[in-house]
């Protein structure tokens, strides 16, 4: 089993910056990539970024590329994301997941272990 805790969500103003951690423990996260997703009110949750092992490509949906950025301390068992430029439209429930194997992936279908959250609220 493995845990994720997310942190860092919180209020921010249109046009603000955050950044989320997730740490991960109870098992190693060798040879795992992650992710980050989000879900909105309403809305089905939908993919953000995924980082590889150990980190060295990322992907990004298309509406957060240039404005985000998905990264990962091995060391610590950390996983990030640093959100800049933040839209009321970014505003929804973060969440971090793990998945086998070291590439990166847009699928939450293919994450085996997933955090509670962090919301993210973005207005003025």
């Known amino acids: 089993q493995e845990q994720l805790v997310e942190s860092g969500g919180g209020l921010v103003q249109p046009g603000g910056s955050l950044t989320l951690s997730c740490v991960a423990s109870g098992r190693t996260s060798v040879n795992r990539a992650m992710g980050w997703f989000r879900q909105a009110p309403g809305a089905v949750r939908e993919f953000v970024a995924s980082?590889?092992?150990?980190?060295?490509?990322?992907i990004y949906t298309s509406s957060v590329k240039s404005r985000f950025t998905i990264s990962r301390d091995n060391v610590k068992n950390t996983l990030y994301l640093q959100m800049t430029d933040l839209k009321p439209e970014d505003a929804a429930v973060y969440y971090c997941a793990s998945r086998s194997g070291d590439v990166t992936s847009g699928h939450d279908a293919e994450y085996d272990f997933w955090g509670q959250g962090t919301r993210v609220t973005v207005s003025s």
């Open positions: 980082i590889s092992w150990p980190g060295r490509k990322t």
